[in-house]
């Protein structure tokens, strides 16, 4: 099993800066990719962004020049740099992670969310 720990969620105002955090620990041989998806109330999850373990990152549009994510392969974990926010940001932010465990299976695994509010 693989556990996935998120933190760095909170209340910040519009233009303001917030950095979220994902651990994974577990069953671990390696981490394929490692992301992060958003949720707004009555919206459906949507992709933020993501990197892979070579260091190719995507994002969406809506984030493109204001959020910046990273990984640490040695810690295995990603961080998502939010700059610039906008009310539009809000969400209950999750992680998730596509991950080779120790018996070679691949799955993914998602964090339980951290709500990022912010105020115009």
């Known amino acids: 099993q693989v556990q996935l720990v998120e933190s760095g969620g909170g209340l910040v105002q519009a233009g303001g800066s917030l950095r979220l955090s994902c651990a994974a620990s577990?069953?671990?041989?390696?981490?394929?990719?490692m992301g992060w998806y958003r949720q707004a109330p009555g919206k459906q999850r949507e992709l933020v962004a993501v990197?892979?373990?070579?260091?190719?990152?995507n994002y969406a549009d809506s984030v493109k020049g204001r959020f910046t994510i990273s990984s640490d392969n040695a810690k295995n974990t990603v961080l998502l740099q939010m700059n610039s926010l906008k009310p539009e940001d809000t969400a209950v932010y999750y992680c998730?992670?596509?991950?080779?465990?120790?018996?070679?299976?691949?799955?993914?695994?998602w964090g339980k969310g951290t709500l990022v509010t912010v105020s115009s």
């Open positions: 577990g069953s671990i041989f390696s981490i394929n990719a």
């Open positions: 998730k992670a596509v991950v080779t465990s120790q018996d070679y299976s691949r799955r993914q695994y």
């Open positions: 990197v892979t373990s070579g260091g190719s990152t």
